[in-house]
């Protein structure tokens, strides 16, 4: 965890605390929504738990559950891409979603 101080003037007010480090996973199952074995790319942040993109459709799972799907134009094509320049840096496992 890392802590960086709020100061206002000269003045220290209080103290932000955010996860430090978070970790990159990749699974090669099958995504429980399109079917297609592309691979889930998964990552894990303190406080936040895990989250799984799939390299297929774009979808994304929050712990266990389907995230809700904004109401936009190329949501999906963005989801991948954003999962696939995050990919060269992820682990290999073999868990599931």
Not at 17 to 45: F, H, I, K, T
Not at 55 to 72: I, N, V
Not at 73 to 95: K, S
């Amino acid at each position: 965890m890392s802590c960086e101080p709020i100061v206002i003037g000269n003045e220290t007010v209080g103290t932000i605390c955010r996860p430090s480090a978070e970790w990159l996973y990749r699974d090669d199952v099958d995504c429980p929504v399109c079917g297609y074995r592309a691979g889930l790319l998964g990552m894990y942040q303190e406080w936040y738990g895990s989250m799984w993109t799939c390299l297929a459709c774009g979808d994304q799972w929050q712990d266990g559950e389907l995230l809700e799907r904004p109401f936009m134009r190329g949501w999906r094509w963005r989801n991948v891409q954003h999962a696939l320049t995050r990919l060269p840096e992820a682990r290999r496992i073999g868990a599931s979603v």
